[in-house]
């Protein structure tokens, strides 16, 4: 009898050491969430503030090429430590991540990646002179395509925006013809951004836009409308970009009298300006 009491006190101590050794792991694993968790609201809160103090400093109406690449490389440097900081497993969902990430809840009437459209005449140039350096002709005038792509895709979203014919007979079709245009134009710029990288020169703007073709995103989850606000800012972060770095042709849409620019997209500002010195 004393044997088996021995043997049973045995067996009830390696499952009390497995427990235990389960529970310390479940632990650190906490542990490890919350710290990735507080790295990422940390971040995140420091993009949003250089953002905002971005904003403040344009405000004064001059800023040098040479000063918007140090406030580039700040406020891009907060948003990948912010990415690099996330750890999937710490979110039930990407709502969950895109309401700790505050992305949407950056509020300035000029953002970085906004600001970058008044360079992009001299970083599309840089970027083509190192594409007309790849001697692989196929891959080169690909490329090419690419970035001249970017022309055309503007000009089809104003021509969407301002089809009011279409948008008197059937409104849905209207904002379907006026997405698919402005998630072309997304996608392009994201695919110009893609080859800056590849050919290490200056994208057009730090990082990536998301495009919303609703396939992955259900309201229903999107409890706070993060996520959706997200996508807003995503699509107006990219079309006033474009009102700057093509402001030839919206300025010739507005004369026409054909587009009708929607009067909060427009800075009181005077962002369009010449640039100070550096």
């Known amino acids: 009898m004393s044997g088996e009491r021995l043997s049973n006190s045995g067996n009830q101590n390696k499952n009390t050491s497995a427990f235990d050794n389960f529970a310390e792991r479940v632990k650190r694993e906490q542990e490890f969430v919350e710290r ?10 420091y993009y949003v503030g250089a953002e905002q103090a971005f904003d403040r400093r344009v405000k004064a109406n001059k800023i040098s090429e040479t000063e918007f690449m140090k406030w580039e490389d700040e406020v891009g440097g907060a948003f990948f430590k912010m990415k690099e900081a996330e750890y999937d497993a710490c979110y039930t969902s990407k709502y969950e991540k895109d309401r700790e990430e ?7 009437n000029m953002s970085v990646e906004v600001y970058a459209g008044n360079f992009y005449n ?12 790849n001697e692989n002709l196929e891959e080169r005038d690909a490329h090419l ?3 001249g792509d970017l022309y055309d895709r503007v000009c089809t979203h104003i021509e969407c925006k301002r089809d009011f014919k279409l948008k008197s ?15 072309s134009l997304i996608r392009n710029m994201n695919q110009i951004n893609n080859l ?3 050919y290490g020169v200056r994208r057009l703007t730090f990082r990536n836009f998301l495009i ?3 396939k992955d995103y259900d309201k229903a989850y999107d409890i706070y409308l993060d996520t959706d606000s997200r996508y807003d800012f995503d699509r107006s972060s990219v079309e006033k970009y474009t009102m700057i770095a093509f402001a030839d042709l919206y300025k010739k849409a507005e004369t026409d009298g054909t587009l009708k620019v929607d009067p909060s997209k427009v800075s009181k500002t005077a962002y369009f300006h010449n640039m100070g010195e550096d």
Do not use: C
């Open 212 to 214: 919303n073709d609703e």
């Open 169 to 183: 007979k059937d409104v849905a079709a209207f904002d379907d013809a006026r997405k698919n245009a402005h998630n």
């Open 36 to 45: 990735r968790r507080e790295d990422t609201r940390h971040w995140a809160r």
């Open 102 to 108: 505050r992305i949407g809840a950056v509020n300035s």
């Open 145 to 147: 395509k690419i970035l």
């Open 196 to 198: 800056a990288d590849e």
């Open 122 to 133: 001299e970083r599309k140039t840089a970027l083509k002179q190192k594409i007309l350096q």
